[in-house]
């Protein structure tokens, strides 16, 4: 990587071919370089010209670049090279005072936008399909939420595709998937006491002793999470912050202490918007409100859903609480709406656990002789939201969940440009992330509650599972192991998305969230539209 004072930009090179030769600067005959030459690799194929292939405006404009700041740097550099793997050919750019005067223009035209107001989205451009930045910019998402009236009712929005995805001054207009369904990369969860992780070369090794546990392609991690006593040397923390895989540490009790991560937070005009959002108590509000507005449709949605026979006043009351808290005049009625939606929520929870406690037994199975009656020391009846500690199993399934999904939302304020510890319900407090947990308000009914409800009514988690420590209720390392599963599998399942209508993951929509509400506070869409789904 290179960089020139006088052009004020940076350069990073794919190859650089050297022409050596015989030089007699000083006086002496000596082998040295005479003069460099960039070469750099395009996926695609060259623009035909009239009598041979040309270079696109865009290579020319970074090959071009390159051969300015390698002059700057005291290197001989007459031209350059673009090598197309499309069609295996190589594209010569010599460099004339034309184009040199053509590269300084555009330079200054490129500072001229980035001083100014940001430009519009692309309307359909066939480039945003092949641009590496298009799961950044959303182009089609942002045009579509700066233009048109998304809902935020106490019903989730009636998708519409003539309206929505559909006819626009007579023309048809489809939201494309920019975005990848899911990542082909899988989380590693760590939670042996006393393992150390290591590296050898690009590859994690996980050892207990001398004994080698497993090993995982660095490449193939979105994350790390590492639960207790578990040491990670310096090599491989070193080669994950190159990667920008981040490494999220718990406790053995499943408390979410935070995150180490490489250079990735470069948009700080992301920030600064946070910043000047999070100072002005009126907008905090009005996000808070569609935070709380979503999370209260989603439990509702859970309840009609899953539970065995849903009252129909606890949906009235769940309906006009979500109604409310788009019109609540204060953070703290706004606290006190969300407190009385959740504990409505929570006293009809337990409709929505489907064990009883001789699930497991099958008539015809088991000894001839018939065993004592023991009283299983645990059952999932959930009466009451408990924590710290959790003192059934239910909540030590919710804590940790939550605390998984925390972890999730942090990555992804991460990944956005947002300080996770800056948020506009959550109020700043010492080492909490409050933008997190704002983000991950909406999503604790689709993602935290359903892992566990899936968990437990499909006995992927039994009474076996759980240990009592004082009054303190934990997982098992097995049970431990079988719920980050569940989670995981929750986190990868492909829905619909209920706006857009194209199929990702929980984790996609995730951050998908997080830049939506990104694109709210940069000005480029009227309001944040949380996720509520249908």
Same mark, same amino acid.
């Given at each position: 990587?290179?960089?020139?004072?006088?052009?004020?930009?940076?350069?990073?090179?794919?190859?650089?071919?050297?022409?050596?030769?015989?030089? =007699?600067?000083?006086?002496?005959?000596? &082998?040295?370089?005479?003069?460099?030459? +960039?070469?750099?690799?395009?996926?695609?194929?060259?623009?035909?010209?009239?009598?041979?292939?040309?270079?696109?405006?865009?290579?020319?404009?970074?090959?071009?670049?390159?051969?300015?700041?390698?002059?700057?740097?005291?290197?001989?550099?007459?031209?350059?090279?673009?090598?197309?793997?499309? =069609?295996?050919?190589?594209?010569?750019?010599?460099?004339?005072?034309?184009?040199?005067?053509?590269?300084?223009?555009?330079?200054?035209?490129?500072?001229?936008?980035? #001083?100014?107001?940001?430009?519009? +989205?692309?309307?359909?451009?066939?480039?945003?399909?092949?641009?590496?930045?298009?799961?950044?910019?959303?182009?089609?998402? =942002?045009?579509?939420?700066?233009?048109?009236?998304?809902?935020?009712?106490?019903?989730?929005?009636?998708?519409?595709?003539?309206?929505?995805?559909?006819?626009?001054?007579?023309?048809?207009?489809?939201?494309?998937r920019l975005i990848a369904a899911r990542d082909d990369e899988r989380a590693l969860y760590l939670n042996t006491p006393g393992i150390r992780v290591g590296r050898k070369n690009e590859v994690l090794v996980m050892k207990?002793?001398?004994?080698?546990?497993?090993?995982?392609?660095?490449?193939? &991690?979105?994350?790390?999470?590492?639960?207790?006593?578990?040491? #990670?040397?310096?090599?491989?923390?070193?080669?994950?912050?190159?990667?920008?895989?981040?490494?999220?540490?718990?406790?053995?009790?499943?408390?979410?202490?935070?995150? =180490?991560?490489?250079?990735?937070?470069?948009?700080?005009?992301?920030?600064?918007?946070?910043?000047?959002?999070?100072?002005?108590?009126?907008?905090?509000?009005?996000?808070?409100?569609?935070?709380?507005?979503?999370?209260?449709?989603?439990?509702?949605?859970?309840?009609?859903?899953?539970?065995?026979?849903?009252?129909?006043?606890?949906?009235?009351?769940?309906?006009?609480?979500?109604?409310?808290?788009?019109?609540?005049?204060?953070?703290?009625?706004?606290?006190?709406?969300?407190?009385?939606?959740?504990?409505?929520?929570?006293?009809? %929870?337990?409709?929505?656990?489907?064990?009883?406690?001789?699930?497991?037994?099958? *008539?015809?199975?088991?000894?001839?002789? *018939?065993?004592?009656?023991?009283?299983?020391?645990?059952?999932?009846?959930?009466?009451?939201?408990?924590?710290?500690?959790?003192?059934?199993?239910?909540?030590?399934?919710?804590?940790?969940?939550?605390?998984?999904?925390?972890?999730?939302?942090?990555?992804?304020?991460?990944?956005?440009?947002?300080? *996770?510890?800056?948020?506009?319900?959550?109020?700043?407090? %010492?080492?909490? +992330?409050?933008?997190?947990?704002?983000?991950?308000?909406?999503?604790? +009914?689709?993602?935290?509650?359903?892992?566990?409800?899936?968990?437990?009514?499909?006995?992927?988690?039994?009474?076996?599972?759980?240990?009592?420590?004082?009054?303190?209720?934990n997982l098992t390392p097995a049970g431990r192991k079988i719920f980050f599963q569940a989670y995981e599998q929750r986190m990868n399942t492909l829905i619909t998305h209920p706006i857009f209508d194209y199929r990702v993951?929980?984790?996609?929509?995730?951050?998908?969230?997080?830049?939506?509400?990104?694109?709210?506070?940069?000005?480029?869409? *009227?309001?944040?539209?949380?996720?509520?789904?249908?």
């Open positions: 990587m290179l960089s020139s004072e006088r052009l004020g930009v940076v350069a990073k090179m794919d190859l650089i071919e050297v022409t050596m030769g015989v030089s =007699t600067s000083h006086g002496d005959e000596a &082998v040295a370089p005479l003069s460099v030459t +960039p070469v750099d690799y395009k996926a695609g194929a060259p623009r035909p010209g009239a009598d041979a292939n040309e270079l696109w405006d865009t290579d020319k404009m970074q090959l071009g670049l390159q051969i300015l700041i390698l002059r700057d740097n005291g290197y001989t550099c007459d031209e350059g090279v673009i090598y197309y793997r499309a =069609t295996r050919q190589r594209v010569r750019l010599p460099m004339t005072p034309e184009i040199e005067e053509w590269i300084q223009e555009r330079i200054q035209q490129a500072r001229a936008t980035a #001083l100014g107001s940001l430009p519009p +989205p692309l309307v359909g451009s066939p480039k945003c399909v092949r641009c590496s930045l298009a799961p950044v910019c959303l182009p089609d998402e =942002t045009r579509m939420l700066a233009t048109r009236d998304v809902q935020s009712g106490p019903e989730p929005a009636p998708l519409n595709l003539a309206e929505s995805n559909g006819r626009d001054n007579g023309e048809t207009v489809f939201i494309r207990d002793g001398e004994a080698v546990l497993d090993e995982v392609r660095a490449r193939d &991690v979105t994350h790390v999470a590492l639960f207790g006593n578990i040491q #990670l040397s310096t090599q491989a923390l070193q080669m994950l912050c190159e990667l920008e895989v981040p490494i999220a540490y718990f406790s053995m009790g499943g408390w979410f202490y935070g995150l =180490t991560r490489g250079h990735g937070m470069k948009n700080v005009l992301t920030r600064i918007e946070q910043f000047r959002a999070a100072e002005d108590g009126r907008r905090c509000l009005a996000l808070a409100s569609r935070f709380v507005n979503g999370k209260i449709r989603n439990q509702r949605t859970l309840l009609m859903r899953l539970h065995v026979e849903a009252a129909p006043a606890v949906l009235l009351r769940l309906k006009q609480a979500a109604l409310d808290a788009l019109a609540a005049r204060s953070i703290e009625a706004l606290l006190g709406i969300e407190g009385a939606a959740a504990a409505l929520y929570f006293q009809h %929870f337990g409709g929505m656990i489907k064990v009883e406690r001789d699930d497991d037994e099958l *008539p015809g199975l088991g000894s001839a002789e *018939p065993e004592p009656e023991k009283e299983p020391e645990f059952a999932f009846d959930f009466t009451k939201r408990s924590r710290r500690p959790s003192t059934d199993p239910v909540n030590a399934l919710l804590s940790l969940a939550y605390s998984l999904l925390a972890k999730d939302c942090t990555i992804a304020a991460h990944a956005v440009g947002f300080d *996770p510890y800056v948020g506009f319900y959550h109020q700043p407090r %010492f080492g909490r +992330p409050a933008l997190a947990l704002d983000l991950m308000e909406e999503f604790r +009914p689709l993602v935290a509650e359903s892992t566990v409800l899936t968990a437990l009514n499909n006995r992927m988690i039994t009474p076996r599972h759980f240990v009592r420590a004082g009054d303190a209720v993951s929980y984790r996609r929509v995730l951050e998908l969230q997080s830049r939506l509400l990104a694109r709210h506070l940069t000005g480029e869409i *009227p309001e944040y539209v949380p996720m509520v789904t249908r």
